[in-house]
């Protein structure tokens, strides 16, 4: 299963080799700015113009592959960003939680595609805590479950998308990394399920 990793500009210039592997094995290196700690409402629009280039560069050089799927600092973009993002080659952007399905946003004469954060099985941070009570690795692989089953009963009617969202400082425990492994298993026993990095469903959108 490759996916999308959402990686700051400091974090590839502190683990440059980790970044060389993930793109290696296929997986998507998506900007999430270059400092987690800087929120883009409180920069002006040269800064994150700064900002977004700042980690563009960095991941590019780190891993090799340049990204052109963006998140921001906490899913909190300004009226600048997607310009500022189209102006860097960007194709896809995830900061909206308006829709279970991918989209375009016109802007001015160009095209971005949303590829939305917010969809049925979203974080571990839902599960594990971190905005509620704690659950179980147990628990875990059951609420993947069951909400994968929803949804794989409904795209019997019409195509749906699932994500879940990872945070190695959350789900990076044995207990709950088997968790995920044992829900990725139980996903590909399905016939007609595909394993999209971001990428694929932008390009997807776009008709490519």
Not at 112 to 128: A, C, M, R, S, W
Not at 146 to 157: G, H, L, M, T, W
Request: charge should be neutral; include cysteine.
């Amino acid at each position: 299963v490759k996916g999308t990793c959402f990686i700051s500009g400091l974090a590839a210039e502190k683990e440059p080799v980790i970044l060389k592997e993930l793109s290696q094995r296929g997986h998507e290196i998506a900007a999430h700015s270059y400092d987690q700690s800087a929120q883009l409402f409180m920069m002006t629009r040269d800064q994150e113009r700064e900002a977004i280039q700042k980690s563009v560069t960095a991941l590019e050089k780190a891993s090799g592959q340049r990204p052109v799927g963006w998140i921001s600092p906490g899913t909190r973009p300004t009226e600048n960003t997607l310009e500022l993002l189209l102006e860097e080659g960007f194709v896809w952007h995830g900061d909206f939680f308006d829709s279970d399905f991918p989209y375009k946003i016109p802007v001015k004469d160009k095209v971005l595609v949303e590829v939305p954060y917010k969809v049925p099985g979203h974080t571990d941070y839902d599960i594990f805590g971190i905005y509620g009570a704690m659950k179980t690795p147990t628990d875990a692989f059951q609420f993947l479950k069951d909400e994968f089953d929803a949804v794989y009963a409904e795209s019997k009617r019409h195509p749906m998308r699932m994500a879940y969202c990872v945070h190695p400082y959350v789900s990076g425990t044995p207990g709950r990394a088997a968790a995920l492994e044992k829900f990725i298993r139980y996903a590909k026993r399905h016939p007609k399920v595909w394993f999209a990095r971001c990428i694929d469903i932008a390009n997807c959108v776009l008709g490519k």
